[in-house]
């Protein structure tokens, strides 16, 4: 029942938006995870910094690929007059290219200006075009324009009215488009097949190191694609500006306060939200594209020429929608529903009011909502935070937390972030639990790790713990998270360090028992309006204590967890153990220390 209606949620939130036209499905490139074979959005594609060349795993290939690289080959003149030269990172996509651009002011290409080259390959006219996109400084200056697999070129295209041609499939491998003797080739194999063919053409002129952002799918470590797909797009300018603005008024805090700049930046310079994924698991988009027997074709009503949409809870509710709006008898429509499914950050975005009952206005929804404070990652800022942000106040007009606190990301003891793939991944239990090496590999053995990536994990594994993880307790893993100070760096988490703290709770332990044995098996403690500590001893510990509540209770009011922590620590050791026990006596006699 609470998965319906949630699910509900999920699809009311959907058609709101289509409803007021900030939904919509554009023919767009998107970034595809051919190991996916999935689109995914921008913030979870991460640039990988490349200083030359540099070889990579990637999902697929038994051997690592180049990367790092630019290669330079010649298109020749139509009219037999000359040649440009033109540079590139991806060889593989001049199948695709529909023109060569250089920037207009540059003298070295004048005599070109309105001239054509000629495919060495397909034969056909490629034109060259000018553009104030092109840098002059780069490579020769002249640029392979290639819209169906680049973002800028594609923007050029727009501008240009060139056409696009996808040379490369959802699957990685080339499409038919590229010609027959390349069709089915994976692209970074036919990466070398061109570039054999430009040498034995003559056009290949060389190649060099060459510093780059590779653009990479966080989620499957795969080299992005950008493929030209019609996909579901959220417009977020509008939403993201007011998210600015309820953080810069004040109505809407962010601690650590450094977060607030990142927020803004990212916010000012949000782009349209790609929330279509073709996955099997998910919420399946509330849309269904209609036709309408007897007829020849119908005007989109969201400006492609793919069909006319309609967004409803069901197929009988969108077939009365697209009745009404096309004034036709609803057994002249036939419907089918989009088999995608939305981004998972789609519907996680609604959790805050979606949980507490709405659409419907619960007494849940108006007793909790708006929530007071978000704690989560400092990851998740952008992912979940400004979603929920941005969504919250769209579908509700409220925003959803007065205040987010972000926690430092917990990397593992060598700053690493934690990655099934690398097998540094502490679970929890087993730091709480305890667990044999052996344990830790079978464990290793139940993933889906290719055989490389495991033994590169089991190499971790066996370095960092040789022995296995010893029992370290609940207590003891919680107070060591929170002894890092959370609002700065990240943690780097190690079992030594949970260890310790174990220790400490031993200590703890031992300090109670030693305590309670002293009392007496008959002590039973005074009312507090009763206690009057005479010896000073007493009194002097109670102010210790009531020093430390009050610094505890300052710092946790400002996060800062990891002080409060101390404190307790030190009180504990130095003022409770060291003095207080170990002073403690009956009569003249030092009963012990703890």
């Known amino acids: 029942m609470e998965g319906e209606r949630f699910s509900r949620a999920v699809s009311e939130a959907f058609i709101h938006l289509y409803e007021k036209g900030l939904v919509r499905r554009r023919h767009r490139l998107v970034n595809w995870s051919c190991a996916l074979r999935s689109a995914i959005s921008d913030i979870e594609v991460e640039s990988r910094q490349l200083n030359g060349k540099t ?162 799918c966080s989620r499957s470590g795969d080299v992005i694609e950008h493929l030209l797909k019609r996909q579901w797009f959220v417009t977020c300018e509008g939403m993201a500006q007011k998210a600015v603005r309820a953080v810069e008024s004040g109505e809407l805090r962010i601690t650590p306060s450094y977060h607030q700049k990142n927020w803004k930046n990212w916010l000012l310079n949000i782009s349209d939200w790609c929330i279509s994924r073709q996955l099997w698991w998910g919420h399946q988009i509330p849309a269904y594209l209609v036709s309408v027997s007897q007829a020849p074709s119908l005007q989109d009503n969201n400006d492609e020429s793919e069909g006319f949409w309609v967004a409803a809870h069901s197929e009988s509710e969108a077939r009365k929608k697209a009745a009404s709006v096309l004034g036709r008898p609803e057994s002249e429509l036939s419907l089918r529903r989009d088999e995608d499914v939305l981004d998972t950050w789609f519907s996680s975005a609604l959790f805050p009011f979606a949980m507490l009952g709405w659409p419907e206005q619960t007494k849940d929804l108006a007793d909790f909502y708006p929530n007071s404070l978000l704690e989560t990652g400092s990851d998740l800022l952008f992912f979940w935070v400004a979603r929920m942000v941005m969504l919250g106040g769209q579908l509700t007009g409220r925003l959803p937390f007065k205040e987010v606190f972000l926690h430092s990301m917990v990397r ?126 007493d009194r002097w510990l109670l102010d210790r204590l009531r020093q430390l509540t009050e610094e505890c209770e300052k710092k946790l009011r400002s996060y800062e967890v990891h002080q409060a922590t101390a404190a307790i620590h030190a009180f504990w050791l130095k003022n409770y153990c060291d003095v207080y026990v170990v002073s403690g006596h009956q009569g003249d006699k030092v009963v012990s220390n703890c």
């Not at 054509?116 to 092109?134: A, C, D, I």
């Not at 050029?156 to 491998?173: C, K, R, T």
């Not at 994976?186 to 190191?209: I, M, P, Q, S, T």
């Not at 003891?413 to 929890?428: E, F, I, Q, Y």
């Open 55 to 216: 070889y990579l795993a990637v999902p697929g290939y038994e051997r690592k690929v180049p990367f790092g690289l630019l290669f330079s080959f010649a298109y020749p003149s139509a009219g037999g007059d000359g040649e440009i030269i033109v540079a590139t990172t991806r060889p593989e996509t001049m199948l695709g290219d529909t023109a060569v651009a250089v920037h207009p002011d540059d003298p070295r290409y004048l005599k070109f200006h309105e001239k054509n080259l000629r495919h060495p390959f397909s034969g056909r006219l490629l034109p060259v075009v000018t553009h104030q996109l092109v840098n002059p400084a780069f490579g020769t200056g002249a640029v392979k324009v290639t819209p169906a697999h680049s973002l800028v070129d594609f923007e050029m295209a727009q501008d240009l009215a060139l056409p696009s041609m996808s040379v490369i499939g959802e699957d990685g491998a080339m499409t038919e488009a590229g010609g027959d003797w390349i069709q089915g080739v994976k692209r970074f194999d036919a990466r070398e097949k061109v570039l054999a063919a430009l040498k034995e053409k003559g056009l290949y002129r060389g190649d060099c190191e060459h510093a780059m952002l590779l653009p990479v």
């Open 412 to 537: 593992d003891a060598h700053g690493r972030k934690m990655s099934k793939s690398l097998g540094n991944v502490l679970d929890p239990l087993d730091v709480m639990t305890g667990i044999s090496l052996e344990s830790l590999r079978g464990k290793l053995k139940e993933g889906n790790l290719d055989p490389r990536e495991f033994k590169v994990a089991e190499s971790g594994l066996i370095k960092d713990y040789p022995h296995g993880i010893p029992e370290c307790g609940t207590d003891a893993l919680r107070f060591a998270l929170c002894s890092h100070r959370v609002q700065g760096d990240d943690i780097n988490l190690d079992v030594a360090s949970v260890l310790a703290v174990r220790h400490f709770c031993n200590k703890v332990w031992n300090g109670v028992k030693f305590t309670l044995s002293a009392l007496g098996e008959g002590f039973t403690p005074l009312p507090m309006a009763e206690l009057r500590p005479q010896a000073p001893l």
